[in-house]
């Protein structure tokens, strides 16, 4: 019986490590939000035009894919805090994983969205002071490592403004006047200089 136990166990460690692994990604993905049916919500029934959860579900995502709202007078928050998430709201969150893509401008518009971090990461809409999201204008994905960011996501952020320095009077670098004649005509001195004393050395 203990022989029996044994090669059934077998067996089944054996399935299951010969099962396929799902296979893996060869290209980046641009995912519609909601399919044909956009990112939209329903003022009259106060719901989403969809069950955008459901949706996200269905799908993998990976480094490089792009998210593609299709939406009309909305805005997309993208965060990777859960409790913004879970409060449908990014007004108390301090920290710099959450972002507002688009506008509030009128007019049917598309916001693209590039995936750029790995894990746990949450969109959801905070109009209506969060009704929206709360009523399912949300969804939260799993971002895996997939091909990786291409090199054009790939690029450092770019450096802090900073103002540029007050411009100085016309004159030397530190803002002094310079005396004389001016930087180019004393220039024009010292090679006239040079000149002369290359000359004298030829003739010696």
């Not at 688009?102 to 002071?129: C, H």
């Not at 090199?151 to 540029?164: D, H, K, V």
Request: charged share 10%; glycine share 10%; with cysteine.
């Amino acid at each position: 019986m203990a022989n029996l136990t044994a090669i059934t166990l077998l067996l089944l460690l054996t399935t299951i490590a010969a099962a396929p692994a799902p296979a893996p990604a060869t290209t980046y993905i641009n995912h519609t939000v909601g399919g044909p049916i956009g990112w939209f919500f329903n003022s009259t029934s106060n719901t989403s035009f969809t069950n955008y959860s459901s949706w996200a579900a269905s799908l993998t995502f990976n480094l490089g894919d792009y998210l593609v709202f299709n939406t009309e007078n909305q805005t997309v928050i993208e965060t990777q805090n859960a409790t913004a998430y879970r409060l449908c709201t990014a007004d108390d969150t301090s920290d710099e994983s959450t972002f507002v893509w688009g506008d509030d401008s009128l007019g049917k518009k598309t916001i693209v969205v590039p995936l750029v971090t790995e894990g746990a990461n949450y969109y959801f809409s905070d109009n209506g002071d969060g009704e929206q999201c709360q009523q399912g204008m949300a969804f939260a994905i799993e971002v895996h490592h997939g091909l990786g960011l291409p090199p054009i996501l790939n690029q450092p952020p770019p450096p802090p403004y900073t103002p540029p320095p007050a411009l100085s009077p016309p004159g030397s670098v530190d803002g002094t006047q310079s005396s004389g004649n001016g930087g180019f005509r004393s220039g024009a001195s010292l090679s006239g200089g040079l000149l002369v004393a290359f000359i004298v050395i030829l003739n010696v």
